[in-house]
Structure formats: structure tokens, C-alpha cells
DNA sequence: TTGAAAGCGCTAACAG
DNA sequence: CTGTTAGCGCTTTCAA
């Protein structure tokens, strides 16, 4: 089952390799002739180069890599397609790795890519990464990375971020503009860049209005959706419970939803809950869902973008910038009065 | 920027290359001492094979392909995470790309595989597919195919599906014993292999009730949330409208519940609702939604173990048979009585 | 305009 | 146990 290659295609034509491979980089030193022949062949044999004998040559792999911590979320979803969109356009390959959330795991995948196996790397770190020397390391070697979402900001070079801070000033504005006075945030990671930077926003957001924010309420959820449960109706039962929820990503809203069902507890009249969230399901909620909607797939895009355009270039440093795409307030029926 | 490469840590060993190499590959031919030292300069050196030499000249690329007709769909994306679990247990890398439902981008993408840059492919088909030649091309090019899900019946080679018929008569004969009459069959395809069969399901049960279903009954939605959903109004506003509706994917649910809500139809009181869906917003819904929910975390990892075990050996055919995961009914609130 | 030759980094006979 | 050699399929000087 031996693959045709540019050798067999060279002999039939009594043509050299040399002279068929310039035919394919469209060469000008090419007769007109020459490269109808041998691309009528190639064709009539469904010739296509192989890429790891090119890559090995060239030292470029025409591969990115995106590194994720799951996929089992919206955003991630669609922002994968507005990767996939930009790739496929400047002829790119898409390799995946999913870190479930270990810095571990990130790191051993990062390593992998010291062999030259992608030109690029495309991350959004795990909750675990605090450190960024597996990263630094891997940009040192010449491989450009680009943060998209859960970005490291002391890292220099490019972070495609959604403005999280005011989202956490506009999510928690909007819940006090409906009325609420003691407003809860959920999380699940205090280190993540997302989180940090939209619990800020939020508490600017309650200095602004005088309103205070005690320890308790900021709320660290898991990875575990029954203990959230139980975290979240802990929360919901104290005395001195939330008016107000907000749900810093998406997961934690189902959560939410089934506390106050079980608890019997009324949303928007006992509390309100806004959610950072991109499922498609948020108007079909019940109620429907107030959200902060992240433009996923234009973030992809973005961050994809930006990766080639440094990729073009021979030396070409990402700059160390941050890029925000806004995100959207969706106002609906569970932040109302 | 060079990277490293064994002939570089043969030399600084004053070793030859083909020692250092057997050396990775934990040959028996070398000495204990020898390994140490060269393990040791590797790790020191950070020193990571070079995957696409390796790969030009094994001939194998220890990559595999998913090709997929979008991910923003949690079928989808919890059967990349299925997929990526067994991948990276067995030491492989995936490649990841979307077909966006159309057939034309689907041959495109196998043809590159022609290449030799992945040894293996599951696939889902677009809902376009019809003609499997660009499948049996690959094939016969000797680079093993699994199917899930959305599969070729005809193709010779293996098959990941859920009971996809027998969901379609347990959906169809619970809205049946919840008292429906006449029910309603939503699909985005009349060719795609699922929907067809989760049809004939459903018209068995109706048939085996006594039921009739109409061609009218037969519902054809697009690719178009806004389209979907003055089909599905109008749908309901017949004089002789569904007391059950079964939306056959879930990007169709949104539109039902949407539907309902404008017109103030009362979901179950008025009509029943029954979705296939892996939507973990089901529980939330308004009402929680009754779902056949398909098994796409197995059934990613089914379809990449199956295509390992094939891979592992030399001459290995896939064989030609269908394997099927069982999809579970989840009753809820929309099919109440 | 075409071809010869070298080599990308690794593996696999085979010889020593 | 270690080394020599050839070559995977392609690109890229350089020479003709």
C-alpha cells in the first residue's frame, strides 16, 4: 500500500524530483509544459505530498496546537469553530489537547511540543496553572503562544480576553440597579485570570453603590456538580443569605437553578441570578436566564488570527498585549423585579 | 533556534546516533549505563524526539483524525473529550477538523489524509453525505475508518451508534402512553443515518399504537434558529396540530420551547415534548425537559478504542458491523400528564 | 528551464 | 553492546 510520491511521478514523466517538487511551490522556473504534465498525472493519481517529509524539511509543521482545559463547555465549543475557521483559510491543521484541568498535564503536553510538532499554540490555561514556566519555556524555544480566555498576565505576549472586569462591574451593577443588597459570587478557581478579574469588577461595582462584600460571599465552587449543589443550598439556607447570584462560568448555573428549585426559592423574587454563559439554552431557562454572553467564537477567531500574523513573519515577537473582545449583559427574566 | 537532535547528544556523548535512538525506544541491546547517561543529557538538554522524522520513517504518524460536522453541539464535544481520553492513553495526537455539514469540505479533508499524516479516522458525516466513495478511497488507501453516530450503513467498516431506531420508538411510545395522538417528528435531514432510523422508530411505535402518521407529521427544519422557529409556529398553529412533539436533535429544542412560549402553548398541559439531547440544561428547562440522552462520552471512546485495537495490528480489517451504545430515556416535566 | 546532490532527524538492517 | 549505512519523501542550493 505503498503511497505515491514525487519520485514515482518523476520517473513516469522521466522528469527529475527536484523539477516536480518546483512544480508544486508553483514555481517560475518552471515551463508552462512541464507543469501541466505533471500536475495532470498528479491528479490522475491523487498525489498528495507528504506533509511530514515537507514539515522535516522545512521545519515547519503548517500545525497549531490549542490547548484547553475541556471541551465539555460552551465557549470552548465555539470558540474551537472560530479557531477551525481561520485555520483551515490559511491551510493550517488543528491538533487538540484537553488538560481536564491539571497543570500536570499541561505541562507534559506543552513539553511535547519542544520536538517542533506545531508551529503554534493556541491556550487557555487550566485553573491548577499558576505558574508559567512551562509556557516561557516553550516561547523561549521559538514556538509563539497566544492566551485566549483564561490568560497568564504576567506572560509576554499576546491575551485575547473578553473585558472581564467590567462584566463583573456590569453583572453586579445590574443586579443592584434591580434591586439587590447582598449579592454572592461563584466560583471555581480564586487564581484563574476570568475569575479574578470579574469578582474585581464586581466588588468595584458594590464599593460603588456602598454596598459591602464579605468574605463568605465570595463562594469557591467545585468540579463536582452534587457538591455544588450542596454548596450553593448551604449558601442559599443561611440566614443571612444572597438576594443576588452571580455565576462567573457557565457550569455552575445548573447548580443554581436546581438549589433554589429543591429550596422551593423563587427566581427573580428571592434572588436573582445573572450567569456568565454561552449556552444556547439561557432564553429557555426557567425562568429565563440574565447572562453575560462572551463572544466565543470571534475570541477564536481572534486569537487564531493573531497567531498567524505572527507565524507569517520570520521574527516576528507577539507583543505583549491584551486584546478584549466585550462581551454582551443579555437581560432577562431571572434578574427581574 | 535549533533544536536539539540525537546527533547532538551522540556527539556530546561520543556515542553514535543509532545507539541514542535505540536508546528512546528502550532497546535491550544497550547497556544499562548507556541508557542512564543518554537519558540523563536528554532530560538535562530538555530533548524531545522529533516526531515528524520519526514519522517519515516509520511510516506512521501516531495521529488520528476527527472529522466532525461542527462542535457546537454537546453531542459533540463530550465525545471529543471520550475521544482525546483514549488518544492520549495509547500516545496519540488528534487532529481535529469540521465539516460544517457539508460534503464538498468533507471529501476535501480526506483527500488530504491520502497523505499518510494520520493513520486513522472517525468520522461523523455531514448531513449532506450521501455517496460514501470518498470514504472507501481512503480506505482502500489503507488508512482505517470508524464511524459514530452519524454513520454510512453501507461502508464496510465499523460502526459507533446509540439504538438510534429503538430511541425513536421509546420516545414515540412515551408520549403515546402520556396520551399524545398525534405526533410531530422534527429532523434537520431526511438522509442523515440517525434520523432516519430514530424515524422509523417512531412511526413502529405509533403503528404498533394504532397511531397514523402523516407526511405532514414529518417535520424538516434548517440550519436557521429564526427559520426553525416560524416552522415550528406554524406547525402548532395548524387546527390540526401535534399534542407531542419529538425534536430528533437538540439544536431543535430551543426553537420548541420558543415556539410555545410566543404562542402560549402550554408544555406538557397542551403539548408534550421530547428531545434527543445531551444537554445538561435539561434539568433546568421550563419545564425540565424529557430527553433521550445519547451515551457521547462511551461512544467517542468506543470509537477510538476500536480504531487503536485495528491499528495496533498489521493487517487488521475493521470488521463490518455496527456497535451500538445504548441511549437512556430521562422522563421530566415536559411529558407529564 | 531542468537536474544532481545534500540533508532535514530518525530508524532499522546489518556488521563488528 | 555499539556503530555503519542507507533511506523515509521532500526542499533547496548549485551546476548544467
Do not use: W
Amino acid at each position: 500500500m505503498a503511497n505515491i510520491s514525487m519520485k514515482m511521478l518523476a520517473k513516469e514523466l522521466r522528469l527529475s524530483v527536484s523539477t516536480v517538487s518546483k512544480v508544486f511551490t508553483d514555481s517560475h522556473e518552471i515551463s508552462e509544459q512541464t507543469k501541466e504534465k505533471v500536475l495532470a498525472l498528479a491528479k490522475k493519481l491523487n498525489y498528495v505530498p507528504n506533509p511530514y517529509a515537507s514539515s522535516l524539511r522545512k521545519r515547519q509543521s503548517k500545525t497549531i496546537a490549542v490547548v484547553l482545559p475541556e471541551v465539555a463547555d460552551s465557549f470552548f465549543s465555539v470558540a474551537i469553530n472560530g479557531i477551525e475557521s481561520v485555520a483551515r483559510e490559511k491551510g493550517y491543521h488543528v491538533l487538540i489537547y484537553l488538560t481536564h484541568e491539571l497543570l500536570e498535564r499541561e505541562q507534559a503536553i506543552l513539553t511535547d511540543f519542544q520536538s517542533g510538532r506545531v508551529d503554534g499554540v493556541l491556550i487557555s490555561v487550566s485553573n491548577e496553572t499558576s505558574t508559567d514556566q512551562h509556557i516561557t519555556e516553550m516561547m523561549q524555544r521559538g514556538i509563539p503562544v497566544v492566551f485566549f480566555d483564561r490568560v497568564c498576565e504576567e506572560t509576554a505576549t499576546t491575551r485575547i480576553t473578553t473585558n472581564d472586569r467590567d462584566s463583573g462591574y456590569l453583572a453586579a451593577q445590574h443586579l443592584i440597579e434591580q434591586g439587590c443588597k447582598r449579592i454572592a459570587y461563584l466560583t471555581i478557581s480564586e487564581s484563574l485570570s476570568i475569575s479574578r478579574n470579574r469578582l474585581t469588577g464586581c466588588k468595584q461595582a458594590l464599593a460603588a453603590h456602598h454596598l459591602p462584600f464579605r468574605d463568605s460571599d465570595l463562594v469557591l465552587c467545585t468540579d463536582n456538580e452534587a457538591e455544588n449543589l450542596a454548596i450553593i443550598k448551604a449558601l442559599l439556607e443561611k440566614k443571612n443569605g444572597p438576594d443576588g447570584i452571580i455565576a462567573s462560568v457557565e457550569k455552575l448555573t445548573a447548580a443554581v437553578y436546581l438549589a433554589c428549585k429543591e429550596l422551593k426559592i423563587a427566581i427573580p423574587g428571592k434572588v436573582k441570578v445573572i450567569s456568565f454563559s454561552n449556552q444556547s439554552t439561557a432564553p429557555i431557562l426557567n425562568p429565563s436566564l440574565t447572562t453575560i454572553t462572551q463572544p466565543a467564537f470571534e475570541m477564536g477567531k481572534m486569537a487564531a488570527t493573531v497567531l498567524f500574523n505572527s507565524l507569517r513573519k520570520t521574527q516576528a515577537q507577539l507583543r505583549s498585549e491584551t486584546i478584549v473582545v466585550p462581551s454582551v449583559l443579555v437581560t432577562r427574566e431571572s434578574t427581574g423585579k
